[in-house]
């Protein structure tokens, strides 16, 4: 069972939090039920925010998470949605989540991000002198902010060293199945 880590961020697109949870909850177990064959759960997805509140989305959503960044216990995969349209205050909105992310990189968790989620990412400095990729409308901001990561925003997915990157918006769940197949194999993730 892999224990995986979906946050929840204030102005997010909810669509890059909601679909990669729905995909790792049913890897293994949806097309199983459809055909019959016995539900194997691949996945043990816990939902978390900065500080365990629902968060605002885009839009007028709100997302409620099961737990707060201090209450995860396990995590060997962490997925971080985008960070909606404001960049310039990405970070300090989020600035929990840099030291947390470098907690849980240094016992071994995956860190999975996309759109401008990798933008927090490249904040702990743990993408330097690696590829990633970003919605190529950030790449030159992000490339000016992180010129020690090698952006790569031609690419819809890339993975460097245990770091996952998925392009735009829509990529969340490109990089989601993505994962599942590299995690649990071709099988579960068609």
């Not at 839009?59 to 995590?75: E, M, S």
């Not at 907690?103 to 490249?122: D, F, M, Q, T, Y």
């Not at 993408?127 to 790449?139: C, E, I, P, Q």
Request: proline share 5%; glycine share 8%.
């Amino acid at each position: 069972m892999i224990n995986v880590t979906v946050l929840f961020l204030d102005e997010t697109f909810s669509s890059t939090a909601i679909g990669p949870m729905e995909v790792f909850r049913h890897a293994g177990t949806l097309w199983n039920n459809f055909t019959g064959m016995p539900p194997v759960c691949h996945f043990r997805v816990t939902t978390a925010s900065v500080d365990g509140r629902a968060v605002r989305c885009d839009g007028p959503i709100h997302i409620q998470p099961a737990v707060a960044l201090k209450d995860v216990r396990n995590t060997d995969l962490i997925f971080l949605p985008s960070t909606g349209l404001s960049m310039d205050d990405a970070v300090e909105r989020n600035a929990p989540v840099v030291p947390w992310l470098l907690r849980w990189h240094k016992r071994g968790a995956a860190i999975a991000s996309v759109c401008s989620g990798a933008g927090l990412v490249a904040a702990t400095g743990l993408l330097d002198g690696k590829r990633a990729t970003t919605n190529w409308s950030l790449a030159e901001r992000f490339r000016e902010k992180y010129p020690q990561v090698r952006w790569m925003p031609e690419l819809m997915v890339t993975e460097d060293h245990g770091f996952y990157c998925g392009g735009g918006v829509n990529a969340s769940l490109d990089l989601s199945l993505y994962l599942v197949e590299r995690f649990c194999g071709h099988d579960v993730a068609m």
